[in-house]
């Protein structure tokens, strides 16, 4: 070939983003069900690839809610939940955002972009509701991350009149659910405004799908909306099917038997755990080497696991057998 050296042609392996050393990003262990992914790709070879595409709202309904929308509420998507949080953000202009310490580094990016100042707060220093004289927000992450949420839902409603605004990080949260649909419902019962995302509860990262849902009077971020893709559509037409949903809840529930399996280990050595809702991950406030497991290390000396079978079977491996 005079000399050429072949080249192999690239994959999508090729392209696969890596966590920054000494984290992960606390993704579901397994990939989507081998069913879901072929009705989505026969979705996909079957549809005309030059037209556009745009989904009706009765089928988005019954993929994120299951069919039973909340009643005056809107919904708009976005790339990711971070996107539907920057999009809110510069809709509100909020001066201040409060956030429980050590959460998702996105709170920053999404204060810096609007010269708002990032505040961590503790089960101890959570803001007080006040009256609306200023333009300020109060994450509560449900499920909680890297710490299980200690702003319960049936609080919420003390900040409907007042400030700082309640915004609902439900990334961990599966959409499509009855629990689900009952978290958003009484957020928006109190005025709060909720994000998701396809990323976490359902293995779908790759898709950077997200949104966010908004009870009434509050208008929904300008723009830029989500422009839909030929996969976004193949996934969401997918959802909607009964069948799919069910694939997707067996694939939820053998993660959450992993992820309760680690618990139980965890438990079964002493250690005190600090988060578990997630179904993903198990934060515990203990000292724990992470060795050849997988997990993140914050400054606060707190260390989330990821919920998988590997990192069950180093731990058994490195400390032996649980006494529980």
Not at 213 to 224: E, K, T
Request: glycine fraction near 8%.
């Amino acid at each position: 070939m005079n000399g050429v050296v072949p080249v192999a042609p690239l994959t999508l392996s090729d392209f696969v983003v890596e966590p920054p050393d000494g984290a992960t990003f606390a993704l579901p262990h397994s990939d989507i069900p081998d069913r879901f992914r072929e009705h989505v790709l026969a979705s996909l070879y079957a549809a005309k690839w030059n037209r556009y595409y745009q989904i009706p709202a009765a089928v988005v309904e019954t993929a994120i809610f299951g069919g039973g929308a909340p009643k005056l509420c809107s919904t708009s998507f976005f790339r990711g939940a971070e996107g539907a949080l920057l999009a809110l953000a510069l809709q509100m202009r909020p001066d201040r955002i409060w956030a429980p310490f050590d959460s998702y580094p996105g709170y920053q990016r999404v204060a810096d972009a609007v010269d708002a100042k990032l505040c961590g707060y503790s089960v101890d220093t959570i803001p007080k509701p006040h009256p609306a004289d200023e333009r300020s927000w109060l994450i509560v992450t449900v499920p909680g991350n890297p710490r299980d949420n200690f702003v319960m839902p049936e609080e919420w409603a003390r900040w409907r009149n007042g400030s700082p605004r309640i915004i609902v990080d439900a990334t961990y949260e599966m959409p499509g659910t009855r629990r689900f649909t009952e978290l958003v419902t009484v957020a928006l019962d109190a005025g709060a405004c909720v994000v998701f995302s396809f990323s976490k509860a359902l293995p779908l990262a790759g898709l950077r799908l997200g949104g966010c849902i908004l009870p009434q009077g509050i208008q929904q971020p300008p723009g830029p909306h989500h422009q839909w893709s030929i996969l976004d559509v193949a996934v969401i037409a997918a959802m909607s099917d009964v069948d799919v949903a069910g694939w997707m809840s067996s694939h939820r529930e053998a993660q959450l038997k992993v992820h309760r399996r680690l618990i139980e280990e965890l438990s079964g050595r002493g250690h005190q755990i600090s988060g578990q809702e997630s179904g993903v991950f198990v934060t515990t406030q203990d000292k724990i080497e992470l060795g050849v497991m997988t997990g993140k290390r914050y400054a606060s000396g707190i260390v989330r696991l990821d919920s998988s079978p590997e990192n069950i079977s180093s731990l058994i491996d490195i400390h032996g057998q649980g006494r529980g």
